[in-house]
């Protein structure tokens, strides 16, 4: 059996203020840097090692990665950037509130570009785009690492990790609209031989990944 770990960012300060983040490279909130010194307290508690890890080339996954294998004192992990695990583009919704844009352009309209599968915010991505580039990424990286019997950390963001939840559960369109990751909470998969998911789950007290899967999907709500 291998594990993988999936690990959403912690608060961003675009999250905090409940923006539209995309590619713009916004830092933590102190509540971020709070959140991946939790993620890495527990995955230390349950007895997780890592000598790989895989992030995006933004800063509020990168720091995350570095907070967690610091406060975990693993400082001889291999550390690979590659800018397909990067958040999805929003293209002219970045910087906009979201309630702020619901207001303006509509709750059905708003959650089709946040959630929708094949709808493009303009000049952005949509998640189809995004989960195109992160499978190449796994293809290409992820899946080699895991082979050479690599213990993988990810961290990155959230609609970079539905594409890969995507992937790896074989999801589809409709069923990636409805799944929520929430920040700074590990999400492990264990796979079999053939890389095929056997059981995946948050690493969490007891309600604590269902209420923060909840606030992230009433983001928008007014």
Known sequence: MRKIVLL????SVWNRDNMFAGWVDVELSDRGVRQAKEAAVILKKEGFLFDTAFASILKRAVHTLEIV???MNLSDVVI??????NERHYGSLQGVNKKEAVRKFGEEQVRKWRRGYEDRPPEGESLADVVERVELCWQEKIIPAIREGKSILI???GNSLRALVKILDRLSGSEVEKLNIPTGIPLVYELNEALE???HYYLAEPGQAEEAIKAVAEETKI
């Open 80 to 85: 690979i950037e590659d800018e397909r695990l």
């Open 155 to 157: 961290s990155a963001h």
């Open 8 to 11: 959403r960012h912690g608060e």
């Open 197 to 199: 998911p056997v059981k």
């Open 69 to 71: 294998l610091k406060e």
